[in-house]
């Protein structure tokens, strides 16, 4: 763990862990700050490493694709 921190989500006041996180993306490692906490059923990815990519998600077509920027 890196971090915690005293959020207030839409579902009330919760403390977030913050732990560093690997991702492999079209054969490229990445590490990212990855946020979890007993409010949250699953784990949710931070978004900074998104700074430098474009993520389009086509619900429909079940397609996810990351580009770079």
Known sequence: MI???DMLTAMGETTLETY???VVLDGE??????VAGSAFREIII???WLRSR??????PAGVLTLERS
């Open 54 to 59: 474009r993520l389009v998600v086509d619900m």
């Open 46 to 48: 931070g978004l900074p």
């Open 3 to 5: 971090d915690r921190l």
């Open 29 to 34: 490692e990445f590490t990212i700050p990855v």
């Open 20 to 22: 560093l996180g690997k």
